[in-house]
């Protein structure tokens, strides 16, 4: 258990579908992300926030859509999405944002799309 | 973050200790190593992290040479809930984005 949890664990999805993945982290981080685990491939960052405000979005396509309400949640909200985007979803958090402090991470939502 | 080379598979037998290299030759001075490990489709989980110093932690000890180009991590008695992928990053302080390699698979048998 590393406090940080993430909801559902699994989704199967249409391409038509909206849906949402959620985080929270329980150890008082001031920094969360998402990740993106393809199969066979190396983590991709997705998107960074620092005290609710985003602060990196590494290219990703405006289908995924993040919202952080407060320090301890975060959410990437989902629509329109192609099969190719099955993949495991992970949240981390740290203390900051400013690199040097180490992440922990959820468990993942593995998201499947039909 | 500074390219790493972990072996892709190592063997270890339970209750030995399991001793995992990552040579990191080009890590630059403001960049730490950390060991991350991944049980198959959970997320990755912190083990320990470094600058220059060797460090020890409930879970494992980490073994920084002096150059910083290698570095090892020990699990001192391998149980079966060790098996995973071991991920050595070299993360730059600057940066936010964990870049994970290839890792080693790590198989404890009994």
């Known amino acids: 258990e590393t406090g940080v949890t993430q909801t559902p664990r699994h989704l199967v999805m249409g391409m038509t579908n909206k849906k949402s993945l959620k985080c929270e982290q329980h150890l008082g981080h001031n920094a969360m992300y998402w990740y993106k685990q393809s199969a066979k491939k190396p983590l991709e960052l997705m998107f960074v926030y620092n005290f609710k405000e985003q602060t990196e979005n590494n290219s990703v396509p405006s289908r995924f859509s993040p919202e952080c309400p407060n320090s301890s949640h975060l959410f990437l909200h989902l629509h329109t999405l192609q099969p190719e985007d099955s993949a495991l979803y992970l949240c981390?958090?740290?203390?900051?944002?400013?690199?040097?402090?180490?992440?922990?991470f959820g468990p993942g939502t593995r998201l499947t799309v039909l | 973050d500074a390219k790493t080379t972990q072996p892709p598979s190592m063997d270890c037998a339970e209750g030995r200790a399991a001793n995992l290299p990552c040579n990191h030759s080009t890590i630059s001075g403001n960049e730490y190593v950390y060991w991350y490990r991944q049980i198959h489709s959970q997320g990755p989980q912190y083990i320990i992290h470094?600058?220059?110093n060797n460090e020890t932690n409930e879970m494992a000890s980490l073994i920084i040479t002096e150059d910083r180009k290698s570095s090892t991590l020990i699990l001192p008695h391998a149980t079966l809930r060790d098996t995973a992928v071991y991920y050595c990053i070299a993360h730059n302080n600057a940066g936010n984005m964990l870049t994970f390699g290839g890792g080693t698979r790590l198989m404890v048998k009994p």
């Open positions: 981390a958090s740290s203390q900051g944002a400013g690199g040097g402090d180490t992440q922990y």
């Open positions: 470094g600058l220059k």
